[in-house]
């Protein structure tokens, strides 16, 4: 299958494509440029393997949580790629997609989500490198995560960058490492799309919609205030 893979949920702008069993990727730092860069960027990796648009046979594509806008622009080259191809999509949570970055057989996905509060989740790597759901995404405060269970964790994502004191003291002994560095990549989306494709098939691509987690998404000065308190 040839199958293209979009991440577009931090400063980076990552694609990566599978063809024919070959792999192609394109990883950049671009800021805010998601959308002013994507589309040049497909077309060269595109080229590098010798593939077009209509050439494909599933499109995947980071989910969230993560930066809203570039969620928005991820989920929607996605559908409007696969719309116009009656292609599958694969939504990947970014959460997963971090978890599988780290190698880590248990492993603690933290992305810093701004306003004090953090999107968190937990994975154990499971057959063929599939990561099982420990504890579901969710948004909240550092110090009030759930906590996955016995075993030493692997924490990662910016999450662990901007309150890792907060999350070590939360996790205690339990965690064994942080790799606050850490982003989730288009490769690893590629990785569990595949997997995915081989059991399910994908879905529609009207069905693909971004994962916020977060409903309220800007805060008043008054909230602002009295969170504070």
Excluded: K
């Excluded at 949920?9 to 792999?23: E, F, V």
């Excluded at 080229?47 to 969620?71: C, K, Q, R, S, Y």
């Excluded at 030493?152 to 790799?179: D, K, M, P």
């Amino acid at each position: 299958m040839n199958v293209l893979a979009l991440e577009t949920s931090t400063d980076r702008l990552s694609l990566a494509l599978s063809c024919d069993g070959r792999r192609h990727a394109r990883d950049l730092v671009v800021g805010n440029r998601h959308a002013e860069t994507l589309f040049a960027e497909l077309r060269t990796l595109l080229d590098e393997a010798g593939l077009a648009v209509a050439d494909l046979d599933a499109i995947a594509f980071g989910a969230g949580p993560g930066a809203f806008t570039g969620l928005r622009i991820a989920c929607g080259v996605a559908q409007g790629l696969a719309e116009a191809r009656g292609l599958p999509v694969v939504a990947v949570s970014c959460l997963e997609a971090l978890a599988y970055a780290s190698g880590a057989e248990r492993a603690i996905a933290c992305i810093d989500a701004r306003m004090g509060e953090v999107y968190h989740a937990a994975y154990m790597s499971g057959n063929a490198r599939v990561m099982v759901e420990v504890i579901a995404p969710s948004v909240g405060a550092p110090e009030a995560v759930p906590l996955p269970g016995a075993g030493r964790w692997v924490g990662c994502g910016s999450g662990f960058g901007v309150h890792r004191a907060s999350l070590a003291a939360r996790h205690g002994a339990s965690l064994a490492s942080v790799n606050a560095d850490l982003v989730p990549t288009a490769a690893g989306i590629l990785d569990i799309a595949l997997a995915r494709l081989a059991t399910d098939g994908g879905a529609d691509a009207a069905a693909a919609v971004p994962v916020y987690l977060r409903d309220h998404v800007a805060m008043t000065i008054a909230e602002r205030q009295e969170r504070s308190r």
